[in-house]
């Protein structure tokens, strides 16, 4: 069972309070706990694992997305841009205006500030990124509508 | 064969100069060309292939590095500290004065500004981790002395 969100914040704060610490810091993998992605963001089952936080040596936080096949993100933007890393399966990203676009293991992908997009997995494949985003004003991210099954296919 | 550094700057300029763009920008794996680690700050082959570079944005670069048995960094610090992901197999991270810690996929490293310390992978398994490294006055690493074979071991 994932945690409820009061843990998964719980587990920022201790990461946070470490990344302040003044020796090396091994965070093991299980020791972030997964939240699933809300309903309110996300279509389809996504599971996100906290990574590391920003902080007073560098704005950008970052966290391991999965989507299951056909799990997307909803429309949305970021303050001060995004990078993901894909670094297993399928995945499609569009901008609005644009194609969809596959991307694939290794794949970088920036998205500049203010620009509408979505990204998840492809219909038949999950898809897994890393994503790096840097906090801006205390934000990382602005959400809005869904992308609707015709947009997604 | 691996690209020499002149081309390897020119990829990160590349790089560089997309991440400025005002649409997504999707660099598929293969356009960053590997750099062979140097002898000069490594041990052993390491294959160091970038993955995303500061910006406006965002002060930490990214980067995989790929670490073959018995292979390992030099000593060294970071002046804004350093975030690693291991990605693949086991490694060890050793600070100044502690002891070697190992590491594997899914767990996360926080090293402090100005901590000593050297990463690489175990004698006997390769290691992959990304490396995400804010830059502070122009500087992400400042190299040390090599790590003997007795403190490796």
Redesign the interface.
């Known amino acids: 069972m994932m945690n409820s969100l009061p843990l998964a914040a719980a587990a920022l704060l201790l990461a946070s309070v ?2 302040q ?10 020791a ?1 706990a997964s939240i699933a992605g809300s309903a309110e963001t996300f279509t389809g089952t996504v599971t996100v694992t906290p ?2 936080t920003a ?1 007073e ?4 936080g ?1 966290g391991l997305v999965e989507f299951t096949p056909g799990a997307r993100s909803h429309w949305h933007t970021h303050p ?2 995004q ?1 993901l ?3 297993a399966g399928t995945g499609w ?1 569009q ?1 609005v205006g ?1 194609e969809k ?1 596959a ?11 203010g ?1 509408k ?1 979505w990204h998840g997995a492809t219909a038949e494949s999950s898809m897994s990124h ?1 994503a ?1 985003t ?1 906090v801006h004003d205390g934000s990382a991210v602005t959400w809005l509508e869904p992308v609707t099954d015709e947009q997604y296919r």
């Open positions: 470490a990344a610490a003044q020796t090396m810091q091994v965070s093991p993998n299980g972030r990574l590391f902080s040596h560098s704005n950008a970052g001060a841009g990078t890393i894909v670094t990203v901008e644009g676009v991307i694939r293991p290794g794949d970088v992908v920036w998205t500049p500030p620009v997009h890393i790096i840097p």
